[in-house]
């Protein structure tokens, strides 16, 4: 497995993110699109696992064109104010033209067999619906994701399967509101599921979260994530 900073053609410009690869086999491609912060060490060590296990990986750099803060951030209260604020400046068709150049790189890779799936942290998470409704994808999956009730007007266009993880402790994702709606709208697909983790928080699946990160949800959620992957 290698793990290298790539520079992602997008426009006549070059998007950075970062690249992972198996040594050997072909498997489906992921794009990992992560939290707020950024391509950090929690979203490398993600596109490292995800290679380490046969699946060549991106992670795009979502926030590369904003004209303020385009840098990795610390997670911090003074990251996390940064990180909500250059979020809320993302233009979601932008986010979901980078995420199709990022597949169009995955598909080129002598380790991907043709197929995409895709993988949203917090802030990716409604990114994972979005891009699977308008682009080529043959998975979905989105972890503790941040505001996916807002975009579930295209879930009907979607026609590949995806997997929601909450924990029932999320503040941003609340289980009365956020939760309940992704789940009430999944009830009605199929190849739709949402799994709930007792005690988990927000970010549970970044290991840098002292306090939050709980590896026994992790671990299953992976389990389930690699048990779709390889059935795509």
Known sequence: MSGRDIKIPYNGAHLPGYMAEPSSGQKPGVVVIGAIFGVDDDVRSITDRLAANGFPAIAPNMFWEDAEDTSVLPVSPEGSERGRNRASRV???????????????????????????????????????????????SAGFSYHGSYV?????????????LQFHYGDNDSVAPMEGSVSAVQSACAKRDAAEVFIYAGGEHSYMFPSRTGVFREDASELSWRRTFELLEKI
């Open 91 to 137: 233009n979601r068709d932008d986010g979901v033209a980078y995420i199709a150049a990022t597949m169009e790189v995955l598909r080129a890779s002598s380790q991907c067999n043709g197929k995409i799936a895709l993988q949203g942290y917090c802030f990716g998470g409604p990114f994972v619906v979005q891009a699977s409704a308008r682009l080529d994808v």
């Open 149 to 161: 009730e807002k975009f579930l007007d295209e879930l009907s266009q979607v026609t590949c399967p």
